[in-house]
């Protein structure tokens, strides 16, 4: 569906409900619509996005309210970005990576392969020169990001088969968004796009071989462990996926300083809860699907893994060598990767292979 055809189609709707009309305005309160990627109830996602509202709305003291609406209640996944450019919505609560059709230096405000962990993608936004870089590539759609979310790293996939070498990627029909997508496709997969919803169907109808989404959570709420054999891990294509809410920039200008500053505040707090979320209820699900014992959960090797590192760094430089911006967007990133690995290597991972000494 074209863009002029969905915004068209809601202009009405969104007209007669908006949050800026002068009345509210005028009596000091603000309705606010948000429209998210996801589907109403889907574990992580959805309750993030509404435990974001419902902060904004208690900080607040309700001056500012924000309705939330699930994937194609009002605007469709894919469209989130071009409403709130548009002014059709005032905000969504979506991946980064996928407006990269507009600009593939999107992806690096979401996840790269082999790219920033949670805790370093925060780091280098917060305090690295990132939010300025992300607000100058975003304020092209008349947009105010701020990051609100991280899943954590993520799974490498499930699979119907073993994966023990490079040539079984050879024909795999995997579904998996860009920029993991393109790494693949140099392995000789066979790159499938299918929303959440779909991927346990398409999985045991064969339709596809092997599909990642996030984790044991929500996964396997969503059955993906009833479909296949395999999971395998680690997931090279997400290491700690950020997810934002982007701010149409004429509303974000309309808000006063302070709340501006509960907007920042509150979407700092839901990224640290909802990593605190996704962490605890994955830990809790691998054990059970440990327990279970129906699906081997394995390791990619690796030399294959080697080999991925090193196509996804070809492709992460092509992604950073687009334009000018992209050009130092990537540079940013890059130097800050550079200085959290080294860090990373002193404190956690040696901190982490000295606690399985026991």
Request: glycine share 10%; aromatic share 12%; hydrophobic share 45%.
């Amino acid at each position: 569906m074209r863009r002029r055809d969905v915004l068209t189609g809601v202009v009405a709707t969104a007209a007669g409900a908006s949050g800026l009309s002068a009345p509210a305005i005028g009596q000091g309160l603000r309705q606010l619509k948000m429209v998210t990627a996801w589907a109403d109830g889907m574990p992580g996602f959805h309750a993030s996005a509404v435990r974001f509202a419902r902060t904004i709305e208690a900080a607040t003291a309700g001056r500012v309210k924000i309705d939330v609406f699930p994937d194609g209640k009002l605007i469709r996944a894919f469209e989130t970005f071009d409403a709130v450019s548009a002014g059709v919505a005032d905000m969504y609560h979506s991946a980064e990576y996928y407006w990269e059709k507009k600009s593939r230096a999107f992806d690096f405000f979401a996840a790269v392969p082999f790219g920033l962990t949670a805790q370093e993608l925060f780091g280098w936004v917060q305090y690295g020169g990132g939010q300025e870089l992300w607000d100058q590539l975003s304020a092209q759609y008349n947009i105010k990001p701020l990051l609100c979310l991280n899943t954590g790293t993520q799974m490498g996939g499930w699979f119907n088969k073993e994966i023990d070498s490079l040539d079984k990627f050879k024909g795999l029909r995997y579904r998996m968004p860009d920029p993991g997508a393109e790494v693949l496709r140099r392995l000789g997969a066979i790159v499938v796009t299918l929303p959440g919803g779909e991927i346990q169907r398409a999985l045991k109808s064969g339709a596809i071989d092997a599909s990642e989404w996030v984790g044991p959570w929500p996964d396997m709420a969503m059955g993906l462990h009833q479909a296949v054999s395999y999971y395998y891990y680690p997931g090279f294509h997400e290491p700690g996926t950020g997810i934002a809410v982007g701010i149409n920039r004429n509303v974000w200008q309309s808000l006063d300083t302070s709340d501006r500053q509960i907007f920042e505040a509150v979407a700092a707090t839901e990224y640290a809860r909802s990593l605190a979320e996704f962490n605890a209820n994955n830990a809790l699900w691998l054990r059970r699907l440990r327990a279970e014992g129906t699906v081997k959960i394995q390791k990619l090797d690796d030399v294959v893994l080697k080999a991925i590192l090193d196509l996804s760094n070809e492709v992460v430089a092509e992604i950073g060598a687009a334009d000018g911006l992209s050009k130092k967007i990537y540079a940013s990133y890059q130097q800050f990767r550079t200085l959290a690995m080294d860090w990373s290597d002193v404190a956690e991972r040696a901190f982490l292979n000295s606690r399985r000494l026991a």
